[in-house]
């Protein structure tokens, strides 16, 4: 037993810190800033109670920027394995940016506003971010860094009914599909609403002023069914639903195809598209989606036979006891009602219903690779 | 009937030579969810201190160490069964092993309640 460290004064705040304490969170260093883990439900309730009803995040420790002008979609597209160019207005899109040596430097969202591209990038990554991007095409578009808006995640099969309840319009919020968005009022402020999240449910991230995100947020929790979710349960959510947190899952060394992103690019990025390569990394990355057998590791989803968590760091074995990769993510997944597991592997363990050993505390514990997402994702497609 | 307590946030409440082991209120609190715990054999003789259940939270992997030498003579299965009962109820039903004592003195030794909610204040 030992307790966490106290929080250091030096800590940044979201503009819900005020908030967060007086709902009562118990709030932790995290990516610079003091977040909130847990409020008094607790990390097993508030997930549980995102999958049934609806959550509110605070995510406002995501970094968001704004790409303008009229080569900033091609701009970014040199940074990115990702079709950029042919986002659709009110369109969204996952991406990375990657590096040369293929491997994964950030992942991102990317949203059309038919304007201008609307960025959010990871908390941790967002000053090297906002840097490589300053070096690499500041001199093709205006990149604007919006430290004055917030965001929140609203996820949940309640999220729908929540958000256009306080939705001046609410067929605004009706209309729109999986990775799609548009400007909405909503509780009298001008918001950025998409379709999207990190919880495998179906919800909307909002992006806010933030001197008007605590108004939005106590407009959210007062509609019945609305709880407050901390950082806890929103990891073990986007666990649950396969969802790569970088810096652990996916990193400077692992390529798209090792990480199983080979979705996210897009045929027209891919060897024979229209506008192949020209990102960084390109002959690795294309290479390995050319030609599988280049791919030496994979990130795979193990479900463990007891019920023991397994966490990020255990080492996983063969029958033989040789060393074949190690475990990213791992944690109870509260949903699933057991333990849920992601981790690398050796190409030739990565079969799904392969048998292999995680050494729990020392032990060889048997896990079995299988198919992710660990709870079925549940969009609005 | 007399409780004791650890730094670590183990308490023992001693009824004869036997002692009921389990952490407090304070500790299931600073560790969150408990989803999973495993116990050690009954028979099993513990020196001070020695790693004796080993608990895992939504948050993180912890061990409750034996607050004094014994055997263990019992071991609670309600909460390998059911985890949750360790934070609804941590200084009751929550316990997780009981341990046949042979030195009194090593339990004197320990924090009465007053120094240990003094420890946490």
Redesign the interface.
């Known amino acids: 037993?030992?307790?966490?460290a106290p929080a250091s004064s030096t800590l940044l705040q979201t503009p819900l810190h005020a908030l967060h304490v007086e709902l009562g969170a118990r709030m932790v260093p995290f990516a610079g800033y003091d977040m909130p883990?847990?409020y008094p439900l607790?990390?097993?309730?508030e997930?549980l109670h995102t999958r049934s009803d609806a959550g509110l995040f605070d995510v406002s420790h995501m970094g968001q920027l704004e790409l303008r002008g009229p080569d900033a979609a091609a701009a970014l597209e040199t940074l990115v394995p990702v079709d950029v160019i042919g986002l659709g207005a009110k369109r969204q899109r996952y991406a990375l940016f990657t590096n040369d040596a293929g491997g994964i430097l950030d992942d991102l969202m990317i949203f059309n506003t038919g304007e201008y591209l609307h960025v959010v990038v990871n908390a941790a990554c967002k000053d090297a971010d906002i840097a490589h991007l300053r070096a690499k095409i500041g001199a093709r578009c205006d990149i604007r860094v919006r430290a004055d808006l917030a965001l929140l995640a609203l996820q949940g099969p309640r999220a729908e009914a929540a958000l256009s309840a306080i939705a001046r319009i609410p067929e605004r919020i009706f209309e729109l599909g999986f990775m799609q968005g548009d400007f909405i009022e909503l509780a009298e402020l001008d918001c950025l609403v998409t379709r999207s999240g990190y919880t495998g449910e179906d919800g909307f991230e909002i992006s806010v002023a933030a001197d008007d995100c605590e108004t939005l947020a106590r407009a959210l929790l007062a509609v019945p069914g609305v709880q407050p979710i901390g950082l806890?349960a929103r990891d073990?959510l986007r666990l649950e639903a396969g969802l790569c947190l970088y810096g652990h899952d996916i990193d400077t060394t692992t390529s798209p195809a090792e990480a199983n992103l080979n979705w996210a690019i897009q045929k027209v990025r891919r060897a024979g598209g229209e506008r192949a390569g020209g990102f960084p990394g390109a002959e690795r990355i294309l290479g390995e989606l050319a030609d599988p057998a280049r791919v030496t590791r994979k990130r795979v989803g193990l479900k463990p036979e007891g019920?023991?968590?397994i966490?990020e760091g255990v080492a996983l074995h063969d029958a033989s006891g040789r060393a074949v990769g190690v475990v990213t993510s791992g944690?109870?997944g509260?949903s699933v009602n057991g333990?849920v597991v992601m981790g690398y592997v050796e190409a030739a363990h990565a079969a799904v219903g392969t048998r292999i050993d995680a050494m729990l505390?020392g032990t060889p514990t048997p896990v079995t690779v299988v198919a992710m997402p660990f709870a079925p994702h549940r969009y609005k497609r | 009937m007399t409780t004791r307590y650890t730094e670590d946030h183990e308490y023992i409440r001693m009824e004869g030579d036997v002692g009921t082991v389990g952490i407090t209120h304070h500790a299931q609190d600073k560790l969150g969810d408990l989803v999973y715990v495993e116990q050690p054999k009954v028979g099993r003789r513990l020196a001070a201190g020695e790693e004796a259940s080993i608990i895992e939270s939504v948050k993180a992997a912890a061990e409750v160490k034996a607050p004094v030498a014994g055997e263990v003579i019992e071991v609670n299965e309600a909460v390998v069964a059911d985890p949750s009962l360790v934070n609804s109820d941590p200084e009751g039903a929550g316990w997780f092993f009981k341990l046949r004592v042979s030195d009194a003195a090593a339990v004197a030794a320990l924090h009465d309640e007053a120094a240990y909610k003094a420890l946490i204040a």
């Open positions: 037993m030992s307790a966490p883990v847990q607790g990390v097993l309730k997930h806890g073990s019920r023991a968590p966490r944690g109870f509260p333990p505390r």
